[in-house]
T-cell receptor, first 115, second 114 residues
Framework: QQQVKQSPQSLIVQKGGISIINCAYE??????FPWYQQFPGKGPALLIA?????SEKKEGRFTISFNKSAKQFSLHIMDSQPGDSATYFC??????????????FGQGTTLQVKP | GAGVSQSPSNKVTEKGKDVELRCDPI?????LYWYRQRLGQGLEFLIY????????KSGLPSDRFSAERTGESVSTLTIQRTQQEDSAVYLC????????????FGPGTRLLVL
């Protein structure tokens, strides 16, 4: 119930292409869904986040699509660039005063964008 | 401004030894989290501190793991009698007020237990 399942494990995309990473969850109490980007040797950094009251959120080339009924959400990277090559993690957490905001992470997707 | 810092950046130890990892959160951030990242895996929550409230220790994998935080500043994660399966990157994150605020991660401490 606490798991977040992420796919694919790895992804190779040509420069200019669209990268798509998918995540699924079981716990309907999750109400905050961030995506983190991690470069080798660095800590993860927040990329974009969504709450279940909207079905899509876009920031520049990055878009989160959210399907509440299917309990799935995905990250789309438009016009992928070699500098986007990194590991991407989806995550989920529960709000409310009794919760801590701890993030439950997916297993990660290693993206390689070929020039 | 300064981000989250962690020390040491790398630690090699022998099985059975104790290790202490340090985290300096962003100044003014009341919430602090520790996560563990095993090779090729996602991050696993370990422990959460928020101000003077009792910490959430629900993610600590065994009683060999403990953590402390001094007020709203430095935190230390201690692993006693280290085992090879403790080898991982230990990441610290801080956020302004806690629940569902953006968590800012440090670079991590890479622990290798021989």
């Amino acid at each position: 119930q606490q798991q977040v399942k992420q796919s694919p494990q790895s992804l190779i995309v040509q420069k200019g292409g669209i990268s798509i990473i998918n995540c699924a969850y079981e716990n309907t109490a999750f109400d905050y869904f961030p995506w983190y980007q991690q470069f080798p040797g660095k800590g993860p950094a927040l990329l974009i986040a969504i709450r279940p009251d909207v079905s899509e959120k876009k920031e520049g080339r990055f878009t989160i699509s959210f399907n509440k009924s299917a309990k799935q959400f995905s990250l789309h990277i438009m016009d992928s660039q070699p500098g986007d090559s990194a590991t991407y993690f989806c995550a989920a957490s529960m709000g409310g005063s009794s919760n801590t905001g701890k993030l439950i992470f997916g297993q990660g997707t290693t993206l390689q964008v070929k020039p | 401004g300064a981000g989250v810092s962690q020390s040491p950046s790398n630690k090699v130890t022998e099985k059975g030894k104790d290790v202490e990892l340090r985290c300096d959160p962003i100044s003014g951030h009341t919430a602090l989290y520790w996560y563990r990242q095993r090779l090729g895996q996602g991050l696993e929550f370990l422990i959460y501190f928020q101000g003077n409230s009792a910490p959430d220790k629900s993610g600590l994998p065994s009683d060999r793991f403990s953590a402390e935080r001094t007020g709203e500043s430095v935190s230390t994660l201690t692993i006693q009698r280290t085992q090879q399966e403790d080898s991982a990157v230990y990441l610290c994150a801080s956020s302004l007020n806690g629940v569902q605020e953006t968590q800012y991660f440090g670079p991590g401490t890479r622990l290798l237990v021989l």
